[in-house]
């Protein structure tokens, strides 16, 4: 069984902070990792994933994700955030064996400015 | 334009009332998911269709049923609400090859009274 784990529910940052999200799994095979956004009353939109390669993977808006095997993690960061990046991030995890996606609880990153 | 579009994006029930929810997306994407999503309990899946009449229950299907009788849509039937069906129910599709990317509709706020 597939599990994500983000182990912060709230995050609150000033405007041109650094942030890290925090994101840990659990499957023995292959995985696809990915992140989400959330605007506050919209659908969840794709910012980035990973499946092999380079682990750090870059995604839009200056958004990045480092993936380590040795920790079961795939945190993401941002050097420096903008008050339009305040929203709930999800973090989801897939099987290669299947198309059933696990999403984390979500994490409401708040951007003082 | 990669696009997953929600109707009705609000709507009001009384309870023991049928609901349909419709989904389209104009990708040719195989794969199809309704989910709905709870403060605090973050997304859940409810149904996933792999293609055309091909659907498997997710986590929670009790009290639901779908049905995909084209690519591009997928309909979420509600027989006979509960109160506790109200939820914001999102529609997601996905190219399989594509991995872990989802793209969403922006929701169905579904209030049962």
């Known amino acids: 069984t597939q599990t994500v784990s983000q182990s912060d529910a709230h995050v609150t940052v000033f405007e041109g902070d650094s942030v890290e999200l925090r994101c840990n799994y659990s499957?023995?095979?292959?995985?696809?990792l990915s992140w989400y956004i959330q605007h506050h009353g919209h659908g969840l939109q794709f910012l980035l994933k990973?499946?092999?390669?380079?682990?750090v993977v870059q995604g839009v808006n200056g958004f990045e994700a480092e993936f380590s095997k040795s920790d079961s993690s795939f945190h993401l960061r941002k050097a420096s955030v903008h008050w339009s990046d305040s929203a709930v991030y999800f973090c989801?995890?897939?099987?290669?064996?299947?198309?059933?996606?696990?999403f984390g609880d979500g994490t409401q990153l708040v951007v003082k400015p | 334009d990669m696009k997953v579009t929600q109707m009705p994006r609000y709507l009001i029930k009384r309870m023991g009332e049928n609901v349909l929810l419709e989904c389209g997306q104009d990708?040719?994407?195989?794969?199809m998911y309704w989910y709905r999503q709870d403060p605090g309990l973050g997304l859940q899946l409810i149904y996933i269709?792999?293609?055309?009449?091909?659907?498997s229950e997710g986590d929670i299907p009790k009290g639901y049923r779908v049905s995909r009788k084209k690519r591009e849509h997928f309909s979420l039937i509600l027989d006979s609400a509960k109160t506790n069906q109200t939820s914001v129910y999102f529609c997601?599709?996905?190219?399989?090859?594509?991995?872990?990317?989802?793209?969403f509709g922006e929701g169905s706020r579904l209030i049962v009274v």
């Open positions: 269709s792999y293609d055309v009449d091909s659907n």
């Open positions: 499957y023995g095979g292959s995985i696809y």
């Open positions: 990708m040719s994407h195989e794969t």
């Open positions: 990973y499946y092999s390669g380079n682990p």
């Open positions: 989801a995890v897939r099987g290669n064996s299947n198309n059933r996606i696990f």
């Open positions: 997601a599709s996905s190219y399989e090859r594509s991995g872990n990317t989802l793209y």
